[in-house]
């Protein structure tokens, strides 16, 4: 879809009234009554045209497409931000749902990564990079405007617009790059009210990514972050709240301790340790969760 399209249809949207365009002598029906149900049906019409629009995607769950490097940063410590582009004509688009992932294949060795930012023609990935990893021999070796292959997405979480009052995103390492294009899209839908609260673990702060994108989320009303560090420093970033801890079971225990089994859907990303000790702790205590692994 053209971005031109995207703003048309945006621009259709039901201005939402202010307070002072109700009377509040309890009128039938209300001036707030009709914006919400207008804006279901623009809802409903969006939809449809975006589906009209918007055209194949370029990714396939069968077949590895062709993209070219156009970036490679630093993110943290070990990690780095990669950033592919399609390579075909000017129709080509990228469609892809927060918390999925992809294959990407380089030489004869394919792992499965999960993109932090995407647009119709672009990817960024937060990749980890291994002493002795033969993907992350790869990786270091790589050049601008180099090919690789990447083929899905895939990945089977829905997320549906107020379902709870708090979404828990418990994540270690780079398991951020699951959950953290969740969190983007809740903050920035006006009509959400669920509140995301993230609990990221690592090492130390050198070792955070990510690290402006977070400080700029903590602009939303909605949204907290907790950054657990196992090494024991001074460390700040603006808006969020850095506690030296590990982000063990026991400390998990503590957390769900604030929350409502009935309101609140943890997610959960990391080794498949933390994944399976996290999972067993949400199963005892009746948590709704789902695990990217």
């Known amino acids: 879809m053209t971005t031109q399209s995207h703003d048309k249809i945006e621009s259709d ?3 939402t009234p202010s307070q002072e365009d109700c009377c509040g002598n309890s009128c039938n029906p209300c001036i707030f009554d009709v914006h919400q149900k207008l804006l279901k049906e ?48 000017e129709r080509c688009r990228l469609f892809l749902t927060p918390g999925q992932h992809v294959m990407i294949r380089l030489n004869s060795t394919s792992k499965p990564y999960t993109p932090i930012t995407w647009d119709d023609k672009k990817i960024k990935f937060l990749i980890k990079l291994y002493e002795d990893g033969i993907a992350s021999d790869c990786f270091k070796k790589l050049k601008i405007e180099e090919e690789l292959f990447v083929r ?27 959950v953290y294009p969740i969190a983007v899209s809740i903050c920035k839908d006006e009509l959400e009210d669920t509140r995301v609260h993230m609990f990221m673990g690592f090492r130390s702060i050198s070792h955070v990514p990510l690290k402006e994108e977070l400080r700029t989320l903590t602009d939303y009303w909605n949204f907290e972050c907790t950054l657990c560090l196992n090494e024991k420093m001074d460390a700040s970033i603006s808006g969020v709240t850095v506690v030296n801890k590990y982000l063990k079971e026991d400390y998990i225990q503590s957390l769900m301790d604030s929350y409502s089994k009935e309101t609140t859907l943890i997610l959960i990303c990391g080794t498949p340790e933390f994944n399976k000790i996290t999972k067993e702790v949400m199963i005892k205590r009746e948590f709704k969760h789902y695990v990217f692994s």
């Not at 809802?43 to 970036?71: A, D």
């Not at 990945?155 to 979404?167: K, P, T």
């Not at 995103?169 to 780079?174: N, Q």
């Open 42 to 89: 623009w809802e409903e019409k969006k939809n449809c045209k975006f589906n009209e629009l918007r055209g194949e995607n370029y990714l396939s769950l069968i077949k590895y497409k062709k993209f070219v490097v156009k970036s490679i940063v630093e993110a943290s410590e070990n990690c780095i931000y990669l950033e592919i582009k399609c390579v075909p004509d």
């Open 13 to 15: 949207r039901p201005q």
């Open 152 to 178: 899905g997405p895939y990945g089977d979480f829905i997320y549906n617009r107020n379902c709870y009052q708090y979404v828990v995103m418990l994540s270690i390492g780079t398991g951020i790059a699951a």
